[in-house]
């Protein structure tokens, strides 16, 4: 009795399975001249960098690894510009510490506050707390400035 109930359903729904099927099938259609995606030449995983900083303490020392085991390999002044390259957490004495690997001019010079056309540009991680962030490089020397003052 249910056999029969359930062959009522196939009768009811036969001239609608095939539309169901073009439609699963038309839309597994791929051309080949179809382009890949692109993400914009702008885009923030595109860049060889993060973003900007500008160091915000007296002088803080760069180092040769993120972390407590680095090696100085000089210091930034107060309102640096750097670049900061990659940005990375650790876990110093059971806690998180935020790290960045910058560039930047060497010592802090004050000769150029950006860093086009510097010659003197070092490498090295700083601590996260001793960099404030920008998206440009106009609004860190903006806030250099402002800080030098």
Same mark, same amino acid.
């Given at each position: 009795?249910?056999?029969?109930?359930?062959?009522?359903?196939?009768?009811?729904?036969?001239?609608?399975?095939?539309?169901?099927?073009?439609?699963?099938?038309?839309?597994?259609?791929?051309?080949?001249?179809?382009?890949?995606?692109?993400?914009?030449?702008?885009?923030?995983?595109?860049?060889?960098?993060?973003?900007?900083?500008?160091?915000?303490?007296?002088?803080?020392?760069?180092?040769?690894?993120?972390?407590?085991?680095?090696?100085?390999?000089?210091?930034?002044?107060?309102?640096?510009?750097?670049?900061?390259?990659?940005?990375?957490?650790?876990?110093? &004495?059971?806690?998180?510490?935020?790290?960045?690997?910058?560039?930047?001019?060497?010592?802090?010079?004050?000769?150029?506050?950006?860093?086009?056309?510097?010659?003197?540009?070092? &490498?090295?991680?700083?601590?996260?707390?001793?960099?404030?962030?920008?998206?440009?490089?106009?609004?860190?020397?903006?806030?250099?400035?402002?800080?030098?003052?």
């Amino acid at each position: 009795m249910r056999i029969g109930h359930f062959s009522g359903y196939i009768q009811l729904f036969q001239p609608v399975i095939p539309f169901v099927f073009i439609f699963i099938f038309a839309g597994c259609n791929r051309s080949s001249d179809e382009l890949p995606v692109l993400p914009p030449e702008t885009h923030p995983l595109a860049r060889e960098y993060v973003g900007f900083g500008v160091v915000n303490a007296s002088f803080t020392h760069f180092l040769s690894d993120p972390g407590p085991r680095g090696a100085s390999q000089g210091y930034f002044r107060r309102g640096t510009v750097v670049r900061i390259i990659e940005r990375r957490q650790i876990n110093n &004495r059971g806690g998180p510490e935020l790290w960045v690997l910058a560039e930047g001019n060497y010592q802090g010079s004050q000769e150029s506050q950006g860093l086009r056309g510097s010659s003197s540009i070092a &490498r090295g991680w700083l601590q996260g707390g001793t960099v404030e962030v920008y998206d440009s490089e106009e609004r860190a020397i903006t806030a250099s400035k402002t800080m030098n003052q």
